[in-house]
C-alpha cells in the first residue's frame, strides 16, 4: 500500500491525526509522574528519539500539559535531520 493511499484510507494515520488531539498512553507503570521525577534526577536533561509515527510528538504535547499544570513554562522547539543548534539560547 502507497503512503499516498495510507493517508486518505487510515483516519488514523499520523497524517491525518494532529499529536495534540490523543493523549499519550504509557505502557506498564510508566507515568508523568514518574518520568517527571527521572528527568529531575538526570538535571533536566534528556531527548525523545524514535522513527516517524511512534508518539514522540504526541508525548510531547501531553508530557507539556503536564508540567503547565505544575506551573511550568514549556517552550517548544524542534530541530530538522541536520540541524545541530536551537534557535535560541
Request: charged share 25%; hydrophobic share 35%; aromatic share 16%.
Amino acid at each position: 500500500m502507497t503512503d499516498k493511499l495510507l493517508r486518505t484510507t487510515n483516519p488514523f494515520s499520523v497524517h491525518a491525526v494532529h499529536p495534540k488531539v490523543f493523549p499519550y498512553l504509557y505502557e506498564q507503570e510508566e507515568t508523568h509522574e514518574k518520568l517527571w521525577k527521572k528527568f529531575a534526577s538526570f538535571a533536566w536533561r534528556g531527548e525523545v528519539v524514535g522513527p516517524h509515527g511512534t508518539g514522540k510528538s504526541t508525548w510531547a504535547y501531553s508530557f507539556a500539559k503536564f508540567l503547565e499544570s505544575r506551573g511550568e513554562v514549556v517552550t517548544f522547539c524542534a530541530l530538522a535531520k541536520g540541524e545541530r543548534r536551537l534557535p535560541f539560547s
